[in-house]
Structures are given as C-alpha cells and as structure tokens.
C-alpha cells in the first residue's frame, strides 16, 4: 500500500497557511502546519517528502530555514510561497538549491498540485537512489566478505598443500638417511644446529621460516644419486665424486617447481659453496653467498664432522668447533662460526 505523502508548510500568515493546508489535504496529502522557520526545523525529519516555506517571515525568514535545512542534508525539496516575484529573490532561491515556486494567492489549484506532485516526484526519486545505494552498499559488503572467505579458504588450501609437499620431500629424504646408519639422523641435527645460530642471530620471523624449511631438504639431491658412493668406506674415486657434487643442483633442480621455495632451492644448491670462493657448483664467495646459506653450511659440516662416517673416525664436538675456526675465511662466515661456537660452549661448557 502506497503510504501518504507528508508536506510540511511554514508561513507566518495564518489565512494563508490553513487556505495552503486544506487544499493540500483535499489532494490527500498530510499535513504539518508551522508559523515561522525555526519551527520547521524542530518538524522537519526524513518522513517529510515536500517543504513549502514562505519568503518573508520573522526571525528566519524563507532562505535562511533553507540554508538551515540544506545543512541537514535529507534532500527533501523545498517549494518557495511568495507574492513578492522579484529576479533577485529567485537568483537566490536557486542558488539555495529550490525546487520551485507557488505564487500566493493561490489561484490555479491544478498548477499547484502539478508543482507539489513533481517535488513529490522528485523526492520519491531521491529516496529510491538512496535505498539502491544503500542496498548496494550491503551488496558489496557482502561479496567483498564472500570474497574474503573465499580467499582465506584458498589461503589455507594452499598453505596445506605447501605443507603436504615439504612434508613429501622431508619424508623421502629422512628415509635415505635411515637406509644409512652413518646419516640417520644427520637432518634433524642440521635443523637444530642452524636454528640455535638463527636465534642467537635474532633473524626475523620469515628468515627463521626459510632456513628450517631448506636444513629440512638441503641433501634432497641424494635420493638420485646410487647410495653406494656413500655409503662406501675409504676414498671416492674422482667418478665417484664427482656424482657426489652434483646433489646440490639436483636437489634445487627437484624443489624448483615449488614456487614457495625458491629462496631455499637456492640455498640448497649454495649449501656446499665456501666464502672463498672454492667450493660447488658455481664457486660463488663472500656477500655472494645468502646468510642463510653460510648458516647451513657451518651447520651441515659440523654434523658431518661429529657424526660417524663408513669412510672417517668422527671428531669429539669440542674438536669440530676447533676445526670450524680453523677454516674461517676460508670455507666458512667468521660471524656464523663465532656465533655457533659461542652457543656450543654455553649448552657443552667446552672451549
């Protein structure tokens, strides 16, 4: 059902107003009857569709409740009733933002309804726009709050799957470590001892992330190469070692494809490589080599120094930090191995 139209009508002149009000409400329309401007704004609210305000009133006359009005910002149209018909009155009601004009007396009724109907019109109009935005607005609260459901389902199935996947590659290479007793357990070691060095280096969050997850996979490139090279006792012949320096591009060659870690493929082809300059594949040095990188390696050649080999005698800890000092500058960062040796005293107590 199509609710009545409310008109609100200021005037100061009481036989105009209540002449104005019963032709209104011969029209159908509601109506509220006030003698002066500021009384219409105490009326005035987003119920009201059509304003009729009198020019010249006490206190605040026509244009002055208009600026008032117009602060309020309803949108409400505002007709102006006067018999003065002057162009200076009409710049300035138009510049007010005015709808239009009734000139009193009213003589012509259907004219007059025709005016009151397109202000009408045009509230209805302004009404409508401002349910389509609102309704709008919720529309794209609503999607954009879908949207990020969506994305945060998609971020946790991609989080998953990024978890499965290094899980995968942890898992196959933890299992060429057991086949050997001399490497079990060489990368659960690897990962404890960089990660003592990440956090005695206070390395931020994300860098603590990559280097776990690079110690984790770092010998991955093993899983193709034939075990017997490793597991053989005694020297590799220069075929044979060969082979073996090829499992750092190997390993990277088989993360590659996983996108999330390429800063620790490159690590894991680095891992081998020593701040001269002579290590393997790319002999690369110095600030060449990722901070990360230099960790793993000190961590990595630690282990492979302290733990029992088919080919050597293991050294005693306190021996492998010795030998860790001995090769700095040469194969391994100054900075890692004194921050590494310093955290093996405190836990060991040795020098």
């Known amino acids: ?4 139209t409310k008109i609100l009508i200021a005037d100061d002149d009481d036989l105009v107003r209540e002449a104005v009000v019963k032709i209104l409400e011969m029209y159908g329309h509601e109506v509220v009857s006030v003698e002066s401007g500021e009384q219409a704004l105490t009326k005035l609210n987003k119920e009201i569709d059509v304003i009729i305000l009198d ?24 007709l102006f009733l006067t018999g003065a018909g002057s162009m200076e009155y009409a710049v ?12 009193k007396p009213i003589e012509d009724l259907d004219l007059f309804e025709v005016k009151v109907r397109r202000a009408i019109e045009k509230r209805m109009y302004v009404l409508h726009e401002v349910a389509y935005q609102e309704s709008l607005e919720k529309e794209v609260k609503a999607k954009t709050k879908e949207l990020a459901e969506k994305n945060e389902l998609l971020e946790e199935y991609s989080s998953n799957l990024e978890i499965s996947a290094l899980n995968t590659i942890t898992t196959l290479q933890v299992a060429l470590e057991e086949k050997d007793q001399y490497t079990a357990g060489h990368t659960t070691r690897v990962t404890e001892y960089s990660m003592m060095i990440g ?14 997850r690079a110690c984790r996979v770092h010998d991955i490139g093993k899983l193709v190469i ?7 006792p005694g020297a590799l012949t220069d075929e044979e070692w060969q082979m073996i320096k090829k499992h750092p591009e190997i390993g990277q060659n088989i993360i590659k494809p ?9 690590i894991v082809r680095h891992h081998h490589e020593r701040v001269d300059g002579k290590g393997y594949p790319d002999g690369i040095k110095g600030d060449e080599l990722d901070i990360l990188t230099k960790i793993v390696t000190v961590a990595d050649s630690f282990d492979a120094m302290t733990s029992k080999r088919s080919y050597k005698v293991n050294m005693a800890l306190s021996d492998g930090v010795v030998e860790l000092r001995r090769c700095v500058g040469s194969q391994f ?7 590494f040796a310093k955290v093996m005293v405190a836990r060991k107590g040795y020098k």
């Not at 034939?226 to 053989?232: G, L």
Request: glycine residues 6%.
């Open 92 to 103: 300035k009601a138009i510049n007010l933002g005015a709808y239009d004009f009734i000139s």
């Open 333 to 339: 960062d100054p900075e890692v191995v004194e921050i």
């Open 258 to 266: 996983l996108d999330f870690l390429e800063r620790e493929s490159l």
């Open 199 to 212: 956090k005695a280096m206070d390395l931020s969050k994300e860098d603590m992330v990559v280097l776990e």
């Open 1 to 4: 059902m199509e609710r009545t």
């Open 226 to 232: 034939d075990v017997s090279c490793i597991q053989k």
């Open 55 to 78: 020019i010249n009133m006490p206190g605040m006359d026509g244009f002055e409740t208009m600026a008032a009005i117009n602060k309020k910002e309803l949108g409400v149209p505002v």
